[in-house]
């Protein structure tokens, strides 16, 4: 997709994803076969469920219907939220990950996975699970030195929610 297709579609799109209390995440144009398909990916503070996301497509396509953004030919709309295992490029994204596992690729060429505490405008406090029995560890890192993170599929994920309620009983 051109960059000037791209921002069309962005400037025409995010603000109607706004009204709908939604961000507009990502937007791609690709080519499948003979036709077109344009992703969509949004997300909020508080997660997009299913009606959510049914009611923001529906604006989108009669937006896109009304004008001629993605030219003459056919083109399927698909609008989603961000994958399980989601790149983390903004400040809210770190936000909306606190409490998931990360593996962060960091900007001095090292590597580390740890759970997000907290987030602030300079960085964020990490729990680095231990090894190999030993206790986790607590640490600070900025932004700057963050070159690239994405949110780790946990399968054994113990529910904080659930735990804080057991405690609070």
């Known amino acids: 997709m051109s960059t000037t297709q791209s921002e069309r579609l962005r400037e025409?799109?995010?603000p109607l994803v706004a009204s709908q209390g939604l961000d507009l995440e990502e937007i791609a144009v690709d080519s499948v076969g003979r036709r077109r398909v344009l992703r969509v990916v949004v997300d909020s503070d508080t997660g997009a469920d299913l009606d959510r996301i049914a009611e923001v497509s529906r604006a989108l396509s009669a937006k896109l219907d009304e004008t001629d953004a993605m030219g003459e030919g056919q083109y399927t709309l698909e609008v989603g939220t961000p994958g399980a295992e989601r790149l983390l490029t903004e400040?809210?994204?770190?936000?909306?990950?606190?409490?998931?596992?990360?593996?962060f690729q960091l900007a001095d060429g090292g590597e580390l996975v740890a759970r997000i505490l907290q987030v602030d405008d300079e960085g964020l406090d990490l729990e680095v699970p231990g090894v190999k029995g030993r206790k986790a560890t607590t640490r600070r890192l900025g932004f700057q030195d963050v070159a690239?993170?994405?949110?780790?599929?946990?399968?054994?994920?113990?529910?904080?929610?659930?735990?804080?309620?057991?405690?609070e009983a």
């Open 148 to 167: 690239r993170a994405r949110v780790q599929v946990e399968f054994n994920r113990k529910d904080t929610k659930n735990m804080k309620q057991q405690e």
């Open 12 to 14: 025409l799109l995010e």
């Open 91 to 103: 400040h809210r994204h770190y936000v909306r990950a606190t409490g998931r596992l990360v593996k």
